[in-house]
């Protein structure tokens, strides 16, 4: 028989377990839709990165990271920083540094220590336009690393027309010694991620809309200043994100066909024209491609998942270059079986290759998806 | 008192026998309703800022929250019927008076979740039309006029369509929307550079401008972000146009992590809007909605419309720019899609 007291206790407690193993449970069944991406050098990056040749270089919420050898590094502290390009003689960092109103092209040492401010962009503290300010993104240095590429929004010609153009910047001049190399679409936005090719002229990204006021992005091929130069690829493409191949003969890209969606597409490249699109990654939110020096894949950006945080991938070379077929087994009819007229063996099949599938290298990271990555050999 | 014979004496055991078995049956049940009561007081704390909140927003009766155990998951989507949408967005800083904000994003959103076809209308914001509650005007100026009652009806009337829900959300509202869905995923069309974008978010000078500069391409946005990318129009050539498309982009986007949404998620979105949200749809509606957000994956399935010429043209009425409708090609087109 049970006490009035302790009946009263147990009917309390339970009222207790009840009401607050409610709450707990519903408060366990929220989804963690509010993921907060973990710096880069707090995770331990997938055992495929350990292959990975060289040095990559990343911008996550305004700080640069490296990867080599499996492991990141801070490269510089949070501050706007993103877009790091290297050098072609990888002795040094191009980047952008973003402030609110304007952004400047540093040239950093490899350990992220500044070397020097190669543009401007500040307005005068004595003039309130916001417009004063400029934009500099996307830098490149040209193959001989005497001209700095980027896109730059100059003086405006109209009232409210912010279109970047690509310009080419002596190293060490001003913006005033700079020249113009192509005439942006008005009120697109303009010009941006300058490619500059070893031979000479670049390929670059602009805007463009069609009847239905949608906007789209073509590749476009120059090989002088405000030359008109040539579409590389069709506004229905929709294309952008340009990078070549280390041995400068195939070009992958970002499309998106106007939607919301992107592809890695890979086309044979000679200079002056595209060959066959290949689709290598059509069903994630893919960014940013950037060819390992070496030639053995292609790494590239993209959340995992449905979506959310943009993670680092790694497509082998195997998905868009399998190795060439080996020589066709065929059996050797053996003397003994030939005279017991027994039937030569048929020749088996050679098994399907298995499929190259991308491997993702990080979780729970949330790299810039706006920003290149640099891949230093 | 002498006790009763043998048959009393039997009665009296029997009782004794029952006794305890009939205190044991009565302690479980008050055991089990203090546990019942205890467990919906449980979900009700927890879910008491949605239910404030669609007090708040709507001011009407708030169905009951789910309490496991007490009622059935949502129903499955097929369940729901065709409905349509009023989405509205307005510019609700310090520059405006709360009660009477123009809407400078209408966007009509038909669901028919048995095909699952989504059509997305927008409406020009300086669209010149009649207006629910007299006279002749831009049709963002109704919500401003009427509220909500007045844009519904503004709509109804010179679109010829049912409106069955709304949803207002300020600029706030949008940012603490998206930054409680973890951001939202977006391939942004091209540059969206502004150097007029009001500078009216936790501003002390909500009458600023400051620069914007949306870099193009797959991203990960979040509400700041997004909201600068569908607010900014004076880059773009189509300007309010424009940034009509990007809204609707932005609005997919939205559905697509709102697929990851269960009904225990409600509370704690509805606490971030602090009055920056006001719907016609209660938990129980949205408890029903949510299924169906994710049942619909078919991009392709998805049908955006944007009011360009020849459907409207942009012209002067009292020296004012405005967009004269042509209603001779637009109402076909409506009633095609909403019917």
Redesign the interface.
């Known amino acids: 028989m049970i006490g009035k007291p302790a009946?009263t206790a147990?009917?309390v407690i339970?009222?207790?377990?009840?009401?607050?193993?409610?709450?707990i449970?519903?408060?366990a069944?929220?989804?963690e839709?509010?993921?907060v991406a973990k710096a880069p050098t707090k995770i331990a990056p997938a055992p495929p990165a350990y292959l990975l040749s060289g040095t990559l270089y990343l911008a996550q919420g305004g700080a640069l990271y490296s990867l080599g050898g499996g492991v990141f590094k801070s490269v510089t502290p949070a501050g706007g920083w993103t877009q790091p390009s290297l050098l072609p003689n990888s002795s040094s960092l191009l980047a952008v540094k973003r402030d609110?109103?304007?952004?400047n092209v540093y040239q950093l040492g490899l350990d992220g220590s500044v070397q020097s401010q190669l543009t401007n962009n500040a307005g005068s503290r004595f003039n309130s336009d916001?417009?004063a300010?400029h934009?500099s993104?996307y830098p490149r240095f040209s193959p001989d690393e005497k001209t700095l590429y980027m896109s730059y929004?100059s003086a405006?010609q109209l009232d409210?027309?912010?279109?970047?153009a690509i310009w080419g910047l002596p190293i060490g001049a001003t913006i005033n010694q700079g020249r113009r190399w192509t005439s942006p679409n008005?009120?697109?936005?303009?010009d941006?991620q300058p490619l500059p090719l070893p031979g000479g002229g670049l390929i670059y990204?602009k805007?463009d809309?069609d009847t239905?006021?949608?906007?789209?992005?073509e590749l476009w091929l120059t090989t002088r200043p405000l030359s008109a130069g040539k579409a590389l690829t069709t506004f229905d493409e929709d294309c952008?994100?340009p990078a070549l191949s280390p041995d400068g003969t195939m070009l992958a890209m970002?499309c998106?066909r106007?939607?919301?969606?992107?592809q890695l597409v890979i086309a044979p490249f000679d200079g002056s024209s595209l060959g066959d699109r290949r689709v290598l990654v059509s069903d994630q939110?893919?960014?940013q491609p950037a060819w390992s020096p070496d030639g053995a894949g292609i790494a590239y950006l993209a959340?995992a998942g449905?979506?959310?945080?943009?993670q680092l991938w790694w497509l082998p070379k195997g998905a868009y270059a399998p190795p060439p077929p080996g020589p066709s087994p065929s059996p050797t009819p053996t003397a003994s079986a030939a005279r017991k007229g027994k039937p030569t063996p048929k020749p088996t099949a050679a098994p399907a290759p298995v499929p190259v599938k991308p491997v993702q290298i990080t979780t729970d990271v949330?790299f810039?998806?706006?920003s290149s990555i640099a891949w230093h050999a | 008192m002498p006790r009763g014979g043998s048959s009393g004496n039997r009665r009296a055991r029997a009782s004794a026998r029952r006794r305890p078995k009939v205190r044991w049956v009565s302690t479980f049940t008050l055991f089990a309703v203090a546990a019942l009561m205890a467990s919906m007081s449980g979900a009700l704390a927890f879910f008491l800022p949605a239910v404030m909140t669609a007090f708040a927003s709507t001011g009407q009766a708030v169905t009951p929250p789910f309490v496991p155990g007490l009622s059935s998951p949502s129903p499955v989507a097929a369940q729901v019927g065709p409905f349509t949408v009023l989405l509205l967005g307005s510019d609700d800083d310090q520059k405006f008076d709360p009660a009477h904000v123009l809407t400078q994003s209408m966007i009509l959103v038909r669901v028919v979740p048995a095909t699952q076809q989504v059509t997305m209308l927008s409406i020009p914001r300086d669209l010149w039309v009649p207006l629910s509650t007299g006279g002749t005007a831009k049709i963002d100026g109704a919500y401003s006029y009427g509220g909500p009652a007045a844009a519904i009806a503004t709509v109804e009337r010179n679109f010829n369509v049912h409106v069955d829900e709304y949803v207002w959300v300020g600029l706030k509202g949008l940012i603490r929307l998206i930054d409680a869905l973890g951001g939202v995923d977006v391939v942004a069309s091209n540059p969206v550079t502004d150097d007029y974008y009001p500078r009216d978010i936790d501003s002390n000078n909500p009458y600023g401008y400051m620069r914007v500069a949306v870099l193009p391409g797959p991203q990960h946005l979040d509400g700041t972000n997004a909201l600068q990318y569908v607010r900014s129009r004076h880059g773009d050539l189509e300007g309010d146009f424009g940034r009509s498309q990007r809204q609707q982009q932005v609005l997919l986007a939205i559905r697509e992590r709102a697929k990851h949404i269960t009904v225990a998620d409600v509370p704690a979105l509805a606490a971030t809007f602090n009055g920056e949200l006001k719907t016609s749809m209660g938990i129980a509606r949205i408890q029903q909605l949510l299924p169906l957000a994710a049942a619909l994956t078919n991009p392709d399935a998805v049908r955006q419309i944007v009011l360009l010429a020849p459907y409207t043209t942009i012209t002067d009425v009292d020296n004012q720019s405005v967009v004269l409708p042509h209603w001779n090609l637009i109402l076909p087109l409506v009633h095609q899609y909403f019917p």
């Not at chain 1, 339970?14 to 409610?22: D, F, I, Q």
């Not at chain 1, 008005?186 to 303009?190: D, E, H």
């Not at chain 1, 239905?212 to 992005?217: C, P, Q, R, T």
């Not at chain 1, 106007?258 to 992107?262: D, G």
């Open positions: 009946a147990a009917l339970t009222m207790l377990l009840s009401g607050v193993g409610t709450y449970y519903e408060a069944h929220q989804t839709l509010r993921k609110q109103s304007y952004s916001p417009g300010n934009w993104f929004d405006k409210y027309e912010v279109d970047s008005q009120y697109t936005g303009g941006v990204v805007y809309e239905d006021g949608k906007m789209a992005s952008s994100q970002i998106s106007k939607q919301q969606q992107s939110w893919v960014a959340p449905s979506g959310g945080l943009f949330g810039d998806a706006t």
